[in-house]
């Protein structure tokens, strides 16, 4: 079993719309999520993070964590074609948690 | 500030050719890493290097090599090319102060090096 999934997409939603990410991960002892955001012909930048269960709002975008069923979820309200990107979910690994482990990545397109 | 640097954007290979790709940082992170990114597939992690002179092996390692003799830079070097390394290679870097402190998970990364081996 992988150890973090996530629907390819591609997904595809008009301008103003709420967009819900996400990804289902294996092991119940991961703490912290986060989410990175890939444009096109870029590397990923960190978008949010996340530490065990609970939401987080930053402007438009917000990470929920729901543990009890392994789930993890980046909502994008009022979205905008700026925002059409890769978005990864990833969960850090290692003795310092700074290996990460990516998903597939989620191709949004947010069309005017 | 120009963060992390990789070279070169592009390059084709010819089967059985090697090359390395370049990477540095100017931000005096202690971990570095090389990922690749295939379509779908995510980043699938190489190598990785907690500090100068360390190095690791990640999900991927087979058919690449890496030094790390400075804090700056950490080249992946490509023996032997295949179609298989037809692929986006990014490098990262990040700061980490203690092990077990997962509170530093932030990733900069290059934009990327496309190798394509025919």
């Known amino acids: 079993q992988k150890e973090v999934e996530q629907d390819p997409g591609p997904l595809s939603v008009p301008e103003g719309a709420i967009v819900s990410l996400n990804c289902t991960y294996s092991?119940?002892?991961?703490?912290?999520f986060m989410w990175y955001r890939q444009y096109s012909r870029k590397g990923p930048e960190l978008l949010m993070y996340?530490?065990?269960?609970g939401n987080k709002e930053d402007g438009r975008f917000t990470a929920q964590v729901d543990k009890s069923s392994k789930y993890i979820s980046l909502f994008i309200r009022d979205s905008q074609p700026s925002d059409s990107a890769t978005y990864l979910c990833?969960?850090?690994?290692?003795?310092?948690?700074?290996?990460?482990?990516f998903g597939e990545g989620t191709q949004l397109t947010v069309n005017p | 500030n120009a963060g992390v640097t990789q070279t070169p954007k592009f390059r084709i290979l010819k089967i059985g050719q090697s090359m390395t790709l370049q990477c540095a940082q100017d931000?005096?992170?202690?971990?570095m890493y090389w990922y690749r990114q295939d379509p779908g597939m995510g980043l699938k992690l190489i190598y990785y290097?907690?500090?100068?002179?360390?190095?690791d092996k990640g999900e991927v390692p087979n058919g690449y090599n890496v030094s790390r003799s400075t804090t700056e830079d950490f080249p992946l070097r490509l023996e032997l090319a295949a179609p298989s390394q037809t692929s986006v290679y990014f490098c990262?870097?990040?700061?980490?102060?203690?092990?077990?402190?997962?509170?530093?998970?932030?990733?900069?990364f290059g934009e990327g090096s496309r190798l394509t081996v025919l």
């Open positions: 990262a870097s990040s700061y980490s102060r203690d092990p077990g402190d997962f509170n530093t998970g932030e990733l900069f």
């Open positions: 092991n119940s002892a991961f703490q912290y």
């Open positions: 996340t530490y065990s269960s």
């Open positions: 990833a969960i850090p690994r290692g003795t310092s948690g700074s290996r990460l482990t």
């Open positions: 931000m005096n992170h202690n971990y």
């Open positions: 290097s907690v500090g100068a002179g360390i190095t």
